[in-house]
């Protein structure tokens, strides 16, 4: 059994795992997947994670203070953004990716790393120690390379009655108008917002994924007289679904919360999300936003966008959209770099004006 968060990079094994029934658990987070995985070795099983090492962070706490104190055997495959020369990968994955193998050295975590040109006695070689070190009782992790593991056809996503998601960006951005303040999530929504509807009020997340709505809280609540706009995919409101309750608690009047839900990781290779047994609308009902509903036409989104900047919020709008046609558009860090586009938008949200 193998657990995980989907990366492009492990797109083969995950779609042939996850086309039989119980063999590939998808996980809201890197953190849950450890967990998921730690329980099954509990029980006897030889399970394995995937994750990236962009989210190696949300690892850490049950690695160190779970399977590595409980001393649970479990494996785990992590993919290496970021690395060998992150000049090649996005800046996102810079950080991470030249401090991988430094941080898992640091915890004592035995390691090897999967070179794209290994073959399959390379992946023997690197597996047969990561064996003796869970026989042990000790966690074991593979690092691997871009390349290093095989594809596959994923299977086309359900046609779904769904809005196109940039024909909601671009209605979101208006009814922002020039005051408001966007928050868009990591993958293609950042990206395809960029395209549609740039502006200095826009902030674009690449990386942090699971974070937008927690971004959007604090600024609601640094600003309550402005309208603050988060634009979640499912995904990543799944990755940490609690900051829902939280902004139920908390109750700021002005936030506007919208998740694209196409029922997939799209910019990772299309793995399928949990997100259709998921009401995400409900789930902000219970939590305690002051209005939720599911929007499944132009109209719908319009009316709701209309009623919520003007009523107290939090509101939240779960919209289903399609799976996106054509090539990606640029990130919006192609026209800039990462501290240069939180410098403009800090400037918005600030309300100092342009910067030059």
């Not at 070795?41 to 994750?51: D, E, Q, S, T, V």
């Not at 290093?148 to 196109?164: K, T």
Request: net charge negative.
């Amino acid at each position: 059994m193998a657990s995980g968060v989907p990366c492009s990079y492990f797109g083969g094994p995950i779609a042939l795992l996850g086309s039989s029934p119980g063999r590939y658990i998808p996980a809201a987070n890197e953190g849950a997947a450890l967990a998921i995985a730690a329980g099954a070795a509990l029980a006897g099983g030889r399970p394995y994670l995937m994750a990236q090492n962009s989210g190696l962070g949300n690892l850490v706490n049950p690695l160190t203070s779970l399977t590595m104190t409980y001393r649970i055997p479990v494996l785990a495959f992590v993919s290496l953004r970021g690395w060998p020369d992150p000049a090649h990968d996005e800046p996102q994955h810079e950080v991470m990716g030249t401090s991988t193998h430094a941080l898992l050295d640091t915890l004592g975590v035995q390691h090897g790393t999967l070179r794209a040109d290994a073959g399959l006695s390379g992946f023997r070689s690197l597996l047969d120690p990561a064996l003796t070190e869970l026989a042990a009782g000790r966690p074991a992790f593979i690092l691997v390379e871009k390349g290093a593991v095989g594809s596959v056809e994923m299977p086309a996503a359900p046609d779904h009655e769904s809005l196109i998601a940039a024909d909601v960006l671009r209605t979101a951005a208006q009814a922002a108008g020039a005051d408001g303040l966007i928050v868009a999530s990591t993958g293609y929504t950042a990206r395809e917002l960029f395209a549609v509807a740039d502006r200095p009020g826009n902030f674009y997340m690449q990386g942090s994924m699971g974070h937008a709505a927690a971004i959007g809280l604090g600024l609601a609540q640094a600003d309550p007289d402005r309208p603050v706009i988060v634009i979640d995919g499912d995904g990543s409101a799944l990755m940490h679904l609690g900051t829902m309750s939280v902004i139920g608690n908390q109750a700021p009047a002005n936030l506007i919360h919208l998740v694209l839900d196409n029922g997939m990781h799209e910019s990772t290779g299309g793995q399928p999300s949990t997100s259709g047994t998921t009401d995400f609308a409900a789930v902000a009902t219970a939590v305690g936003y002051h209005t939720a509903v599911n929007c499944r036409t132009a109209s719908d989104l319009e009316l709701f966008l209309r009623k919520a900047l003007h009523s107290r919020g939090p509101h939240l709008a779960g919209i289903r959209t399609g799976g996106r046609v054509g090539q990606a558009p640029p990130r919006a860090t192609s026209s800039a770099a990462p501290h240069v586009l939180a410098a403009r938008f800090a400037n918005a949200a600030q309300r100092k004006g342009l910067i030059s």
